[in-house]
């Protein structure tokens, strides 16, 4: 990027709420029911109709809002935006508008710029400001036989029409590509932590729109943006950022001027294209939706639900770094996920060694999950037994390489690692004179090496040490080995 300009970035996020039913009807919300079956007159529309909001959509958007740090207004209004499209029936969307469920909220969050190889070059901790966090409908889905303009069949599929939705808006904070990445990412995570979203972006239960625009570095005013949309995936999201950004300071330097415009991001040209202009964009005409009355919430309604809320990832993320004195990676990779977070600090805590836990579950652990393609959720070692197999490690009664062996056939099998060491016979060696009559017969077996090694030829002494290991297998203790086998040696 060119240093004399500077990006200024602000993003827009859809997540689904994971309710078992939709936002003002009984139908089901689960992703994935025959087209059109999970519909009634609410949600297709149909005159007369009225909605009822469901509570458990204003519980999981107060959880989202608390985890977002934003400050929830006792009383919200609904609204009607307006606006014509086949997969709404109504003509409208259940919106919230100029009193929105809750507002000024923000993360302190990791953030850090990536190298050539997508390695991130220094983690900083920056605060970025949300704006705020809204609830509405969604609208259902079209889907077209070929492109929009030239499909000769397009379908619509209202099974998702209705399905509450939290929008969050946050300010323009983010200055580069990546820190708008890190920032979805952990918003993610933390809805995820808070158990109101399933984050699923290629099923479209997390959408992200993104505006850009550019200035001279230390300028004041914000350029004009363009607002990208489209965007379901997190290499997407960086991508179609770091694009835009470019052309427009291309266009700028070019003599050109920036048009406040919506674009799409099209992945195989690796370009962003005009969709719409501003001249074509929609006037909603929100007015006050007159079947739902205010929604109201309580303080001590608010109370409540924050009682409820777990640990939050970056709180979570940075107790475990001090606590466990982690690396910010080890940190970051160990608390990705609530559950693997729970695993890690139950591993911890069955084998009381924290730093050879977060060794074990971030090489051996991990490598295991990608290969079988398992969630940490269905992994078959409990952290029980992997935090006892780190503590047979940690006190020596297995080498760090028989510890592998046994991780695997522990992955495998779900079998506790005493019985596999016991079954495959890999307990270490750790008797002393069992150990010292290994070494004598070893010695006795090689006269001609041990008189050499007498002689002064101590670069033999490695030779003896893999006779040991050789003859007992390589289940001798090494510390005890060396110690035993110099003792002989050199009587
Ligand atoms: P609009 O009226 O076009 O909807 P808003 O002011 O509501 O614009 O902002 C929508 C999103 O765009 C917000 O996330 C906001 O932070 C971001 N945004 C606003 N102005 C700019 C700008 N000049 N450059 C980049 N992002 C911006
Ligand atoms: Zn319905
Ligand atoms: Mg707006």
Redesign the pocket.
Same mark, same amino acid.
């Given at each position: 990027m060119d240093k004399d300009f500077e990006a200024?970035?602000?993003? #827009?996020i859809h997540a689904q709420l994971k309710t078992r039913t939709k936002i003002f009807c009984t139908c089901s919300a689960i992703f994935g029911g025959e087209p059109n079956s999970d519909t009634c007159p609410v949600c297709l529309g149909l005159p007369g109709a009225l909605p009822v909001l469901n509570k458990e959509v204003v519980s999981m958007a107060t959880k989202a809002a608390l985890a977002l740090n934003l400050h929830i207004n006792h009383e919200s209004i609904f609204a009607r935006k307006n606006y014509f499209y086949p997969d709404l029936p109504k003509g409208y969307q259940i919106s919230q508008y100029d009193r929105p469920f809750s507002e000024r909220g923000w993360v302190e969050i990791p953030t850090s710029e990536r190298d050539e190889q997508g390695r991130a070059v220094e983690w900083k901790k920056k605060r970025f400001h949300i704006?705020r966090l809204h609830i509405e409908e969604d609208a259902g889905k079209s889907i077209h036989d070929g492109m929009p303009q030239s499909a000769t069949k397009s379908y619509v599929n209202l099974n998702r029409s209705g399905v509450p939705l939290v929008e969050i808006? *946050? #300010?323009?904070d983010f200055r580069s590509s990546w820190e708008a990445y890190d920032y979805v990412q952990y918003l993610r995570k933390t809805l995820l932590y808070a158990g109101v979203c399933d984050g699923n972006m290629e099923e479209g239960s997390l959408r992200c729109d993104a505006?850009? *625009?550019v200035r001279l570095r230390g300028a004041e005013k914000?350029?004009t943006?363009a607002e990208i949309k489209n965007l379901n995936s997190f290499r997407f999201l960086q991508k179609a950022l770091d694009y835009e950004i470019d052309r427009q300071i291309k266009t700028i330097k070019e003599g050109g001027k920036i048009t406040q415009e919506t674009r799409l991001w099209n992945d195989k040209e690796g370009k962003t294209y005009v969709m719409r202009s501003k001249e074509e964009a929609h006037d909603y005409r929100y007015f006050p939706e007159p079947d739902l009355p205010p929604l109201t919430v309580s303080t001590q309604y608010i109370e409540d639900i924050s009682q409820h809320l777990p640990e939050l990832p970056e709180a979570r993320r940075e107790r475990l770094q001090h606590l466990y004195e982690l690396t910010m990676e080890e940190s970051m990779l160990l608390t990705q996920t609530k559950e693997m977070a729970d695993y890690y600090e139950q591993v911890t805590e069955a084998s009381g060694n924290a730093r050879l836990a977060a060794n074990w579950v971030l090489s051996e652990l991990l490598r295991e999950l990608k290969n079988a393609g398992k969630e940490i959720t269905e992994c078959p070692v409990t952290a029980r037994d992997f935090g006892d197999l780190v503590k047979l490690i940690a006190d020596n009664t297995i080498s760090g390489k028989m510890g592998k062996e046994v991780f695997e056939k522990m992955f495998q099998t779900g079998k506790s690692p005493q019985l596999l060491i016991e079954e495959l016979g890999l307990k270490q060696i750790t008797d002393p004179a069992e150990i010292e009559s290994i070494v004598k017969t070893v010695v006795a077996a090689n006269p001609k090496q041990f008189e050499q090694y007498k002689q002064g030829k101590q670069a033999l002494f490695g030779f003896f040490v893999g006779q040991v290991m050789k003859a007992s297998q390589g289940k001798v203790n090494p510390q005890l080995t060396n110690d035993i086998l110099k003792k002989i040696l050199d009587a």
């Open positions: 200024v970035i602000g993003l #827009e704006t808006v *946050s #300010e323009p505006n850009v *625009s914000f350029g943006k």
